[in-house]
């Protein structure tokens, strides 16, 4: 069996496509997917000093030698977060593609907020804090001074992708949401060309789109009671992998989330757009795309 080394990391941006271009690519036979698809390992000093045996381990037991050895964890284009991440996987594997993932930048805002809205508390303080203020509206979100550099941030996508210049450019690719939504088959052939993989191969994988916004649901207080009691876990331990993996993704014992007003307040979307302009207008420039690429109306 080939030695282990991770070769692709889709590294981003949060709401941009990552979730569904990770389930394709897990579908097909010579992909490798880690599991879960996110692993943070290469961005948490925790998690790395464990080393790659552990990473291999944990979020790769099912490796059988596939050529194509992948996870996709958004925050590592997260420089403030996971300054470290580029080196260290480039240390682990210089020759290992990296793709990134962007869309409309007032788009993923929204979908962002949708996204922290339906979420649970969480061990994390940073990610409490986001979920609180979720709970306040869409604008009152955004106008919470953390939450708005956290925003502007990542939605600087150039200054997030030059962290990542360990990497030659034909080594990266970036995918535009927009392109994948408007031009799917020619976007996703050139993302098969970029991995070696066959014409076509990802579009035959691509039928579903997953994590989607609107159709997020929360789970009801009995879902919670029930995964957090004792008897679930000791079932649990009983219940064959495939169906265990279909409970937890599917809505049984949750609820629509309503969601209420996402529009963007003048004066802020404005701010907004002001703050992240020349960031935008240039890494448009880099990928031969207009300034109004991203409709401002």
């Given at each position: 069996?080939a030695?282990?080394?991770?070769?692709?990391?889709?590294?981003?941006?949060?709401?941009?496509?990552?979730t569904?271009?990770?389930?394709?690519?897990?579908?097909?036979?010579?992909?490798?997917?880690?599991?879960?698809?996110?692993?943070?390992?290469?961005?948490?000093?925790?998690?790395?000093?464990?080393?790659?045996?552990?990473?291999?381990?944990?979020?790769?037991?099912?490796?059988?030698?596939?050529?194509?050895?992948?996870e996709?964890?958004?925050?590592?284009?997260?420089?403030?977060?996971?300054?470290?991440?580029?080196?260290?996987?480039?240390?682990?594997n210089?020759?290992?593609?990296?793709?990134?993932?962007?869309?409309?930048?007032?788009?993923?805002?929204?979908?962002?907020?949708?996204?922290?809205a339906?979420?649970?508390?969480?061990?994390?303080?940073?990610?409490?804090?986001?979920?609180?203020?979720?709970?306040?509206?869409?604008?009152?979100?955004?106008?919470?001074?953390?939450?708005?550099?956290?925003?502007?941030?990542?939605?600087s996508?150039?200054?997030?992708?030059?962290?990542?210049?360990?990497?030659?450019?034909?080594?990266?690719?970036?995918?535009?949401?927009?392109?994948?939504?408007?031009?799917?088959?020619?976007?996703?052939?050139?993302?098969?060309?970029?991995?070696?993989?066959?014409?076509?191969?990802?579009?035959?994988?691509?039928?579903?789109?997953?994590?989607?916004?609107?159709?997020?649901?929360?789970?009801?207080?009995?879902?919670?009671?029930?995964?957090?009691?004792?008897?679930?876990?000791?079932?649990?331990?009983?219940?064959?992998?495939?169906?265990?993996?279909?409970?937890?993704?599917?809505?049984?014992?949750?609820?629509?989330?309503?969601?209420g007003?996402?529009?963007?307040?003048?004066?802020?979307?404005?701010?907004?757009?002001?703050?992240?302009?020349?960031?935008?207008?240039?890494?448009?420039?880099?990928?031969?795309?207009?300034?109004?690429?991203?409709?401002?109306?």
């Amino acid at each position: 069996m080939a030695q282990f080394r991770v070769n692709l990391v889709i590294i981003g941006v949060g709401k941009a496509g990552t979730t569904s271009l990770a389930k394709w690519l897990s579908d097909l036979d010579e992909c490798c997917f880690s599991e879960p698809k996110e692993t943070m390992f290469f961005g948490s000093d925790r998690l790395f000093e464990k080393g790659i045996d552990w990473y291999q381990n944990t979020f790769f037991p099912h490796y059988a030698g596939e050529s194509l050895v992948a996870e996709a964890t958004p925050a590592y284009s997260i420089r403030a977060q996971c300054g470290a991440a580029a080196e260290r996987i480039h240390e682990h594997n210089p020759q290992s593609k990296i793709i990134y993932m962007v869309r409309d930048p007032l788009a993923r805002c929204v979908s962002a907020w949708k996204m922290w809205a339906s979420l649970e508390p969480t061990q994390s303080d940073f990610g409490n804090h986001l979920i609180t203020t979720s709970k306040k509206g869409f604008n009152n979100w955004l106008r919470d001074p953390v939450v708005y550099k956290h925003m502007v941030l990542t939605s600087s996508y150039r200054y997030q992708l030059e962290a990542w210049q360990l990497f030659p450019k034909e080594q990266q690719h970036v995918i535009f949401l927009e392109d994948l939504k408007e031009r799917k088959t020619d976007t996703l052939n050139k993302v098969s060309n970029f991995l070696e993989l066959a014409p076509g191969t990802l579009e035959e994988a691509s039928r579903i789109n997953y994590n989607t916004g609107e159709n997020r649901s929360q789970k009801t207080p009995f879902r919670r009671r029930l995964e957090e009691s004792s008897l679930w876990n000791s079932v649990k331990g009983l219940v064959p992998g495939g169906l265990k993996a279909a409970v937890a993704e599917s809505n049984i014992g949750s609820k629509p989330i309503k969601f209420g007003n996402d529009d963007w307040e003048t004066n802020l979307r404005a701010k907004f757009l002001q703050d992240i302009s020349e960031d935008n207008i240039a890494f448009l420039k880099d990928f031969g795309k207009p300034a109004e690429f991203w409709t401002r109306t």
